[in-house]
Structures are given as structure tokens and as C-alpha cells.
């Protein structure tokens, strides 16, 4: 009993230590007012076992020490996870538990944000539901449901798979992903306030931009989109050589883009940069992914040959 105390314990601590490790590490995704928190797919979790809910709430609350915002987010950021921790405990849904961490952030979260940015109230609500959603929702069930399918996994974490009514195909799902982050991305820089000589405007995405770089600007979430779907109905070689067009196409409209600026770029620029090399990166893992099933598919039906004869 003492030895699964101290297993328990360590576990827990890995848990946070690695909830920390990715909001930290990841930090242009992690904080300010465009939030996308790859950490917060481990909220997942708790769904399984109730005890993780200390890791999430610990690593949250370390996590935001190194937040910008300060003493804001340690305290709200850790109370919308103490939040959205405590209905997963008891719900055993994967699909609908993994809605709360989605509603506790975006509202209080959300409303964080709007204070200390002075940003419009309801649209950063709504900005922070989607970016939670999208990681712990498309990317976290798809992620789990193939963790699920390890027994190692399951064992580490001491859980068993959940019963789910859901076919989520994960490579469409992180493709949906990637495509709504580019959106989000894109829509909030679009509401960013500037200072413009001695005026005050809210800029379309790229104000002062030269010729026609606000129409190439507008591809670059159209070809995030674009990439969706192609994962659906493109697969293996073709699926990687068209993504890989598509960010090529990506990138060269970036340059585009920043030669065109008439003034100092934000950072919260680059972080477009991401998305092409999520895409390739996505698109390469499902065609080695696909070539392996086909070869373990054929191994199968050659050995159900050779026995039948």
C-alpha cells in the first residue's frame, strides 16, 4: 500500500510537471489574448481518473506564475480549472466532460482577458471557448481514444477505456483544428488596436498594408480550411503531397505579406509560422500511419491465405 502511495505521487507529480513543461515551453500559444493551450488536453484526465484533477490544478496554478498577465491569471486561469475540473470528476463521457474545461475558460478566462486587454467582452469569451475547445475537444479526444488502444498506457495511468458511440476519425479532427486556430489567429489580430500617428484604430488584420496584400491576407485561412479538406478526401501520397503544396503556398504568401508591411510587424504575427508546419507535419504522420496499417492489413491477409490453403 505505502509503494502505490509513492507511485501515485510520482505520477501526479509528472502529470503536472507536464502540464507545466507545455504551457511554458509553448508560451506564444499559451498566453495573452490569443490562447491556444496544448497543455490543457490533458484535462482529459480527470475523466478517467478523478485524482488527476490535483495534477491539472497544481501544473495550471505553476503554469500561469510565468503568465504576463500576473496575479491575474494565477488566480482566475487556476480557478476556471478548479471549475471545469470538478463536473469531469464525476461525468464519465469523454465527449461531453471534455465541454467543460471549453465553458469555464472561455467565460472566466474570457472575462479576464477582456479586463486587462480591454477587449470587446463577449468575442474574447467566445475566442477562448474556441481555442480550449479545440485543443481539449478535437485534439485531446481523438489523442486519447488512440492512448486508449495501448495497454501500456492504460496501465501507467491506472484507467480503462471509456465507452464512447462516437467514430472520430483523428486525422480529420486535428485538421479541423489546425483550420479553426488560423481562423482565430487571423480574426483577432483583425481586432487588435494600433496606434497610427495620433490616432487610435482598430486595423483589419494587416492595416497599412501596400497594393492588394489584404486579399492574399484573407488565403491564409482559406488554405487552412483547404487543408481539412483534403484530409478527408485525400489519403496517403497524394494527402502529403497536397498539404505540402498548400503550405508551400502558405509560406510564400507570408513572405508576401510581411515585405508588404508599412510599419514594425507584431509578434503575434509569426505565429502563423506554425500553422504550415503543423500541417506537413500532420499530413507526414498520417501517411506513415496509413502505410503501416496497409502493410500489417496485408501481412494479415497473407497469413489468412497461406491458412486456408
Known sequence: ????????????????????????????????????????????????????????????????????????????GTLATV?????????KKLELSSLFPSI???????????IVYDLPIAFTMLTVFIGEFVVVSLIGIPLFRFLEKNDGFMETI????????????????????????????????ALRETSVGDETTYYTLFYLLKDKSLVYSIALPIIAILAFISSIFFKGLVGLIVDTLLSV?????????????????????YLFLSI?????????????WEKKVKEITAEEDSKSIIYEE
Open 249 to 269: 503556398g502558405f509560406i510564400a504568401l507570408f513572405i508576401v505579406l510581411c515585405i508588404s508591411y508599412d510599419y514594425r510587424i507584431q509578434g503575434s504575427f
Open 104 to 114: 469555464a475558460n472561455g467565460v472566466i478566462v474570457g472575462l479576464e482577458l477582456a
Open 1 to 76: 500500500m505505502k509503494d502505490f502511495k509513492i507511485k501515485d505521487m510520482v505520477l501526479l507529480s509528472m502529470v503536472a510537471a507536464i502540464y507545466v513543461i507545455l504551457t511554458v515551453g509553448l508560451s506564444p500559444l499559451s498566453y495573452g489574448d490569443i490562447q491556444f493551450r496544448l497543455s490543457e488536453a490533458l484535462m482529459l484526465l480527470i475523466v478517467y481518473k478523478r485524482r488527476y484533477a490535483i495534477s491539472l490544478i497544481l501544473g495550471c496554478f505553476v503554469a500561469n506564475l510565468f503568465s504576463p498577465v500576473g496575479w491575474v491569471d494565477i488566480l482566475f
Open 158 to 189: 491506472g484507467a480503462t477505456p471509456i465507452p464512447s458511440r462516437f467514430n472520430i476519425n483523428p486525422f480529420a479532427s486535428f485538421s479541423l483544428a489546425i483550420a479553426v486556430m488560423t481562423v482565430v489567429f487571423y480574426i483577432k489580430l
Open 276 to 288: 504550415p508546419i503543423m500541417m506537413v507535419l500532420l499530413s507526414y504522420i498520417r501517411y506513415k
Open 83 to 91: 471549475v471545469a475540473s470538478i463536473p469531469m470528476m464525476f461525468i
